[in-house]
């Protein structure tokens, strides 16, 4: 598995990974790349500038499902022996712990300076939320909404998908408003 980029306006495509291992999970920013490579011992987080042409680790342990916007990588990580999300900080170039709860949290996206993940803190899977201006953490999804994953977020709108009766659906946050809606609300997945 390698990574290819597909330029829209050039309409060219461009192969950005050759390693002999595998690479996984892109995710791209600006001229900025990230994906991991669970492939190798250890497994890393990778980010490729199509500016300099250069690639470089950012992380490498336990890590997997790299997300980037603007200068912002997420990730989660398992070195304290579950599941965390993590954060790499390019203009500061600085790591930062963003949760540390005993239990999974996964899949995160990031957005400026905020950061979405499912978490299984209470029991099921839920929504959080980590707003990096005011190092506060918000449960986005009540206990009592179900099962939630595959949060995305862009600006102050976030998406997942939620199964409550028995089906998946699709739901929406606005952090402008506080205000959660259902989107989908057909009787197949």
Do not use: C
């Amino acid at each position: 598995w390698d990574i290819y980029l597909y330029d829209l306006t050039k309409n060219t495509e461009r192969r950005i990974t050759a390693a002999p291992s595998g690479e996984f999970n892109p995710s791209v920013s600006g001229n900025l790349i990230v994906w991991d490579n669970l492939a190798s011992n250890p497994s890393t987080i990778s980010l490729y500038d199509l500016t300099t042409n250069i690639e470089r680790i950012i992380a490498s342990g336990e890590t997997n499902n790299p997300r980037i916007s603007g200068d912002k990588i997420v990730w989660v990580d398992g070195r304290h022996g579950n599941w965390d999300i993590y954060l790499y900080d390019l203009t500061k170039n600085t790591e930062r712990r963003i949760t540390a709860d005993p239990s999974a949290q996964a899949n995160p996206q990031t957005s400026g300076d905020k950061i979405v993940w499912q978490d299984a803190r209470n029991g099921t899977m839920d929504i959080y939320l980590y707003d990096l201006v005011t190092d506060t953490e918000k449960q986005i999804t009540p206990v009592s909404m179900g099962y939630n994953l595959f949060p995305r977020i862009s600006g102050n709108l976030i998406v997942w998908q939620a199964r409550i009766d028995g089906n998946w659906d699709i739901y929406f946050y606005n952090l402008a408003t506080d205000t959660t809606r259902r989107l989908t609300a057909a009787p197949s997945e």
